[in-house]
């Protein structure tokens, strides 16, 4: 039988062109447009592979790792991406992933990524994996960064609000009140020392919860 595979980008042509090239090899069983579908399709599918892209609306590629390694440990992540930036992969890795693509890389990159995962290895893309990432599969230690710091639901507030979204918006998509969707974000602030949403939108930015 072949490996079960999930597929999330927020780019339709994207996800439809991966199950093409997957499809001979695995099965690929849902495709998504944000993490938090994906993470849903995780529960209803339980497959061994989770393609992630970094940028996803709701909650970006980063945070569904984190959040797949917590109800998940055993299923294989890997990211296809086009961020190249050292602070990406550092973070990817951190999160749990197997892999690390680079979208504009040749297809045989992911299709070599998914394999080594389910063999219980690391694959990074050629050129990435030069420019220092080495030491992160080494364990190596960093700095923990202000963002680092904040809970998991202050993330999600944090980039459903950068993302522009209403407090009755982000609510129906946390299962908050609007309440306590404001609530969230006057703590954030506070704790962040910011004054408005252009601000936090920066913040958001500058740490990679959302592209900028």
Not at 91 to 111: C, Q, R, T
């Amino acid at each position: 039988m072949k490996p079960k595979v999930v597929l999330a980008d927020d780019h339709t042509i994207v996800t439809e062109g991966l199950k093409a090239l997957l499809q001979p090899e695995f099965q690929v069983v849902a495709t998504v447009d944000n993490g938090r579908a994906a993470i849903r399709a995780l529960r209803d599918f339980s497959p061994a592979v989770v393609v992630l892209d970094i940028s996803m609306p709701q909650l970006n590629g980063i945070d569904t790792a984190r959040e797949i390694r917590k109800f998940a440990p055993k299923v294989k992540i890997v990211f296809l991406t086009m961020h190249n930036e050292l602070a990406y992969v550092q973070e990817a890795f951190e999160a749990g992933a197997s892999g690390y693509v680079i979208k504009h890389s040749a297809s045989i990159d992911l299709l070599l990524a998914i394999r080594r995962a389910l063999l219980g290895r690391t694959y990074i893309t050629p050129g990435v994996a030069d420019n220092g990432v080495g030491a992160v599969l080494r364990g190596s230690r960093r700095t923990r960064k202000p963002s680092a710091q904040l809970t998991p639901r202050q993330r999600d507030v944090l980039q459903l609000v950068a993302e522009g979204r209403s407090a009755k918006e982000a609510g129906a998509i946390l299962n908050l009140s609007p309440r306590t969707v404001e609530f969230h974000k006057y703590r954030l602030m506070q704790q962040l020392n910011l004054r408005t949403s252009a601000q936090l939108t920066q913040y958001a930015i500058k740490h990679r919860i959302i592209a900028g």
